[in-house]
């Protein structure tokens, strides 16, 4: 059983263009969250949705949205690809934002944008 | 703001313990999550501390002082699969919302 699912796993795309990304959680967990992990390798948090609602928007570029059409779902769309972009995007979700609340990471999505 | 610091490398030997650090700077404290990462993969969860103290789980502890604002990961008879990065997440207040920041990770290799 998958935790926390995204597709694709791997995305390559031009610059310009537009791509989503989908992440679904079967923990019947209440938030969820998109988090960027660049070359370096760190991870930044961008979004996170708690009961469908858009609860933390880090300084993200106004070309990423998410949407989340009910609490097991969490999708990002990008408009506008551009070279910075490329990066791993890793959906993750957790039973409540506070307290001990571990969060489940899902596979990652590896964005090149050429 | 929040700063979170943590060594980039660390190299140790099959079989021993190293101890990888963690200092941070936060307007607010809500608790401290250690997590791993094996290249190419999701990060997974280890260790949370929220009140000083060690917390053991097997062969992994975790360490915490907020006056020092301060925590270790502890890691005991190091197996070759232990190879990976280590991420230091602390959880800030802020107006009710608390997203985790994470640091850079430190990066262990287990030589034999």
């Known amino acids: 059983d998958t935790a926390v699912s995204q597709t694709p796993k791997y995305l390559v795309t031009q610059m310009g263009n537009d791509k989503s990304i989908k992440c679904e959680q079967n923990l019947g967990h209440d938030t969820m969250y998109w988090y960027k992990q660049d070359s370096k390798k760190f991870l930044k948090i961008m979004f996170s949705y708690n009961n469908k609602e858009l609860i933390i928007n880090e300084t993200v570029p106004n070309r990423f949205s998410p949407k989340s059409p009910d609490k097991a779902h969490l999708n990002l769309h990008i408009n506008s690809l551009e070279l910075g972009d490329s990066a791993v995007y890793f959906c993750?979700?957790?039973?409540?934002?506070?307290?001990?609340?571990?969060?489940?990471f899902g596979p990652g999505t590896r964005l090149t944008v050429l | 703001g929040q700063n979170i610091d943590q060594p980039t490398e660390m190299t140790a030997t099959e079989g021993a313990i190293v101890q990888i650090n963690c200092t941070y700077q936060t307007s607010g404290f809500n608790g401290l999550f250690w997590y791993q990462q094996h290249a190419g993969e999701a990060p997974t969860f280890l260790s949370y501390?929220?009140?000083?103290g060690l917390e053991e789980k097997g062969r992994f502890s975790s360490f915490l002082s907020r006056s020092k604002g301060y925590s270790y990961l502890l890691l005991k008879e190091l197996q070759m699969k232990d190879s990976a990065s280590y991420l230091c997440a602390v959880r800030f207040r802020n107006s009710g919302n608390t997203p985790l920041v994470f640091g850079k990770g430190t990066r262990l290799s287990v030589i034999a």
């Open positions: 501390n929220v009140l000083d």
């Open positions: 993750a979700s957790s039973q409540k934002i506070a307290g001990a609340s571990e969060q489940f």
